[in-house]
């Protein structure tokens, strides 16, 4: 049971490139969350998904959007990456809703030059 | 929108001793939860609160809800090395606009053998 899967890890983009990441969940959660991790700034919400098909913004959602058009996996993609993105990003899921607490992966470390 | 105000930010203690760390916010919480995120990794949940006064442990690990249902504080006794990481609070209110997870910024332990 591998949990929520983020793929790449690492990734080095330069400016004004775009990218998706990857992320993979095998819990039939029905919730899916992108945050993203900034020294001093905690997890800050850019989006999510509560089902299949369905996609909202968070907090953070400008320069980013996602697609989830498997319940099973939720893309983020940056079409025009600036180097203020450069952060951890990471996913979540959670069963329905927030109440007992979300699982996350392990995180994608971008960097933009 | 709602906060939550973590502290410490960091924490720098010996080995051995207790850690007592504590998450605040103006507004009501139905739910606490209480993360760790090792360096690398993305948070774990260690404990889970969902009533006013409530005190849970989990190994050297103890928490509390908060009786006005505006705090929670976690504990550790007798640190250990592998105790070093980031500790994030979350606080869910079930009324909220989007029902997802409020974080706080983090406490950051660093442990001296």
């Known amino acids: 049971n591998a949990g929520v899967t983020q793929t790449p890890k690492f990734r080095v983009l330069k400016t004004g490139q775009s990218m998706t990441l990857l992320c993979a969940q095998d819990m039939n959660h029905e919730y899916m969350y992108w945050y993203r991790q900034d020294p001093g700034m905690g997890l800050r919400l850019i989006h999510y998904s509560v089902g299949e098909g369905t996609t909202a913004k968070g907090e953070v959602p400008d320069g980013y959007n996602v697609s989830r058009l498997k319940k099973q996996n939720f893309l983020l993609g940056l079409e025009s990456a600036a180097p203020s993105q450069t952060s951890v990003y990471f996913c979540?899921?959670?069963?329905?809703?927030?109440?007992?607490?979300?699982?996350f992966g392990s995180g994608t470390r971008l960097t933009v030059v | 929108g709602q906060q939550l105000n973590q502290s410490p930010q960091s924490m720098f203690i010996q080995e051995g001793e207790d850690v007592s760390m504590n998450c605040t916010s103006s507004?009501?919480?139905?739910?606490w939860l209480w993360y760790k995120q090792d360096p690398g990794e993305g948070p774990v949940l260690l404990i889970a609160?969902?009533?006013?006064?409530e005190l849970t442990s989990n190994g050297r690990l103890t928490a509390q809800f908060g009786i006005t249902r505006k705090d929670s504080f976690l504990n550790i006794s007798a640190s250990i090395p592998s105790d070093v990481g980031i500790y994030f609070c979350?606080?869910?209110?079930?009324?909220?606009?989007?029902?997802?997870?409020?974080f706080g910024k983090g406490t950051k332990l660093s442990v001296k053998p």
């Open positions: 507004s009501i919480f139905n739910t």
């Open positions: 979350a606080g869910l209110n079930y009324g909220g606009s989007q029902g997802n997870l409020i």
């Open positions: 979540a899921s959670s069963y329905k809703g927030a109440v007992y607490g979300y699982t």
């Open positions: 609160l969902y009533k006013a006064g």
